[in-house]
Structure formats: C-alpha cells, structure tokens
C-alpha cells in the first residue's frame, strides 16, 4: 500500500504544472520535477508534446543566436610559425650532418696531412683541443698515412696565431719542422681549406687527411667535398672526459656554425682557387 502511494505521490509531482504554465491558444510550457519541461502544442491534430532536458533551451536558444567571430590572434600565430622555421631548420642542419660526405677515396695513403686550427689558450698554449688535434696527427704521421702536415689557422681569437702554437707543439713530440707547413692567415674552417689547398698546389700536392675534432668533421666535410682534391676526414679524439656541460656547449655551437655556413657561408664565402678555376 504504502509502495503504491509512494508512486502516485512521484506521479503527480513529475506531472504537476509551474505556476508561470501558459495556456493562451492551447499551447504551453510545463514545468516537471528535476528541472525537465513539457512543450505542447495548439489544438492542431499536427501539434506535438515534447520533453526538454534542464538548460537545452538555454543552449539552443544560444546557439540560435549570432556568432561572434572570435579576432584573430596574429601574434601567436606568428610565434608558431617562428618555431616551426626553427624546428625545420634544425632538421634540415642535423640531417646535412649526418648525410655529410666525409671522404672521397678509399686509400690509405696521402700527400699530406691537414691540421685544421683551433683558438689557443689565452696564454699562448695550446688548448685542449689544439693538443688532441696535433696529437693526433703525429699519430698518423708516425702511422706513415702522409709524410707531412699542414696546420692551419690565424690569430682569430686572440693575438696568437693557431697554426704556430701547434706547429710548435708537433716539434716538441718529434715532427721535423721539414715536415711542416703552415698556413697562418686564415679565420674559419672555409679558409682553413681554401688556403691549405693552395699550400697543396704550390708543392703539388693533390690528397690529403683532414685531421679535426669529432664534432667538427660534418662541417668540414661539406667544405672540403666542394674543394677540387682528394681528401678523407680523420677523427681526433679529446684528451680526456669532458663534462656535459661543456660537450652540449659546443656541440650546439658547432650546429649553430652548421646553420650559419649551409644558410649564409656556402653562397656567400666562395673559396676561389688560382689557376683551376674552382670555386668552393
């Protein structure tokens, strides 16, 4: 009994009329429990009853309205696009990179060895990286890959000029200064091959072993593969461990230089080399 009661109870509260109903020509909005209304139409036989869920009449009637257009946000816009080009330049530079031709023969033998330059110590040592380079190539000299070097480099960072100090550092382990040539007018990587292979043209002298830092070798096989020799870019290892942070420095610098020459260097800084007619 008190089940039944208990349904008809709900019934009729589901079914009982707001007090705002509307009545005028037989149609109407009544309001039912839980906030559902009953929309019924005229005394058309066509006429219908429908039942809305809470707030779908706010929500169509918002939607029958205008459209505000929303004004277009042209500075993020154009930050999206600033870092899509950079993200695509990226790309392309890591790809050049890997895809850089680091040799152009399969022999073992060579004219001569090319040291490329690297800044000294602000004292006038060698730095670290000068020493793993000449290192290296005294290494490959005593190995008998090439019976002379070329070191390579000007006073670009400071007053002293790279090609001396590591000239006089392969004497100082046993290299006859016979034996070595230096170019010491250049400042960057370009001219470092443009100058040693006039160098390699005045002695005639046409291949020769590139010797550099692993970092560096990418780089410096897409400027020597455009120069008219024989050539093979040979790794030289760091002294020792190096801390992250310093590894990170100058890998992102050197991808940063890569940038730079794939951009600007390789259209704008041709190498022009006398009586041949080339161009890097």
């Known amino acids: ?25 037989g149609y109407g909005t009544r309001q039912l429990a839980f906030g559902y209304t009953v929309e019924s139409g005229g005394n058309s036989p066509l006429n219908s009853t429908s039942i809305r869920r809470p707030g779908s009449v706010r929500r169509a009637a918002h939607r029958s309205g205008p459209r505000r257009r929303k004004p277009t946000n042209w500075l993020k816009r154009g930050v999206l696009a600033c870092v899509l080009a950079v993200f695509a330049v990226v790309a392309w530079t890591m790809l050049a990179r890997v895809l850089a031709p680091l040799e152009n023969t399969s022999q073992d033998k060579f004219d001569v060895l090319v040291v490329l330059g690297a800044p000294a110590d602000s004292d006038g040592n060698p730095s670290p990286t000068e020493q793993a380079r000449v290192s290296e190539a005294v290494r490959e000299y005593e190995r008998g890959v090439a019976p002379r070097m070329i ?34 007018q250049s400042k960057n990587t370009i001219e470092n091959a443009c100058d040693s292979l006039r160098i390699m043209r005045d002695h005639g002298w046409r291949s020769a072993e590139v010797v550099t830092s692993p970092n560096h070798v990418p780089r410096a096989g897409m400027i020597f593969s455009r120069l008219p020799l024989t050539y093979r870019l040979h790794e030289a290892p760091p002294p020792g461990p190096e801390p992250a942070w310093l590894t990170v420095n100058t890998n992102a610098l050197e991808i940063l230089k890569t940038v730079h020459y794939l951009i600007w260097s390789r259209q704008m800084e041709p190498c022009e080399v006398h009586g041949t007619g080339n161009r890097e």
């Open 151 to 184: 070191f390579t480099g000007g006073a670009a960072h400071n007053q002293f000029v790279e090609a001396k100090v590591m000239a006089q550092t392969a004497e100082a382990q046993g290299i006859p200064a016979s034996a070595i040539e230096e170019e010491t």
């Open 1 to 25: 009994m008190y089940g039944m009661t208990g349904v008809f109870w709900l019934m009729r509260r589901f079914f009982q009329p707001a007090r705002n109903d509307i009545a005028e020509a």
